[in-house]
């Protein structure tokens, strides 16, 4: 079975500031998704960005980027220019490509606090 | 507008009061599941569902139940809730495999 890990119940970071999040996983698959989900005070789930494992290229969207390391199963988080509204918890997910079903195996996430 | 949708949102009850979770989807997708979200745990699935009448059990199934008889629809049952079902409760549906799921807004149940 496929297991999520992040390491860092808190975060915080300073406005305008860079900040990373952790994120580590266990598979024996080879084809895979990653994703990183925002949950705001509003409860809501975000997703903020996503990962094929087949693309060696680190996926953007916007400020937020990732680094993925297949090989360590890594997968981490980096929020450039962090903003106020970034505050959040935010939780790294991981799917299989290869076995039917829609599961996501969430991490049990890290609390971003932005300080002005 | 494409949504997920779940009724109630916030839910008091008592133990052993039968329960049901309303989620409807207007994306037509195929794939349906259920997770609670507990502090410290992230979210785990309950039950999910590929398709009308084809549901599964996910990681914590004990004391749920669920139905997939339209496309749209996957209620969430509680036939007799207990305080450790205590928890936020989310709804998704995605189209295949592969693509993200859009989660409904949550449901906050609490069981006293």
């Known amino acids: 079975a496929q297991t999520v890990t992040q390491s860092q119940p808190e975060m915080s970071v300073q406005e305008a500031e860079t900040v990373t999040l952790s994120c580590t996983y266990d598979?024996?698959?080879?084809?895979?998704?990653l994703f990183w989900y925002k949950q705001p005070p509003s409860r809501q789930m975000i997703l903020v960005i996503r990962?094929?494992?087949?693309?060696?290229q680190n996926a953007t969207e916007n400020r937020f980027s990732v680094n993925f390391q297949k090989a360590a199963k890594s997968f981490s988080l980096k929020i450039s220019d962090s903003q106020l509204g970034d505050a959040a918890m935010y939780f790294c997910?991981?799917?299989?490509?290869?076995?039917?079903?829609?599961?996501?195996?969430f991490g049990e996430g890290t609390q971003l606090t932005v300080n002005p | 507008e494409a949504q997920v949708t779940q009724n109630p949102r916030y839910l008091i009850t008592v133990t052993g009061k039968k329960l049901t979770v309303t989620c409807s989807q207007n994306?037509?997708?195929?794939?349906m599941s259920w997770y609670r979200q507990d502090p410290g745990l992230g979210l785990r699935q309950i039950y999910y569902s590929m398709n009308v009448e084809v549901t599964d059990k996910g990681d914590v199934p004990e004391g749920y139940k669920v139905s997939r008889k339209e496309k749209r629809n996957f209620p969430l049952i509680l036939e007799s809730p207990s305080p450790n079902q205590t928890s936020l409760y989310f709804c998704a549906s995605t189209p295949v495999v592969g693509y993200e799921q859009y989660f409904g807004p949550g449901t906050r149940l609490t069981v006293t």
């Open positions: 994306m037509n997708h195929e794939y």
């Open positions: 997910a991981y799917r299989s490509a290869e076995t039917s079903g829609s599961r996501l195996t």
């Open positions: 990962q094929e494992a087949y693309k060696q």
């Open positions: 598979t024996s698959e080879s084809d895979y998704y």
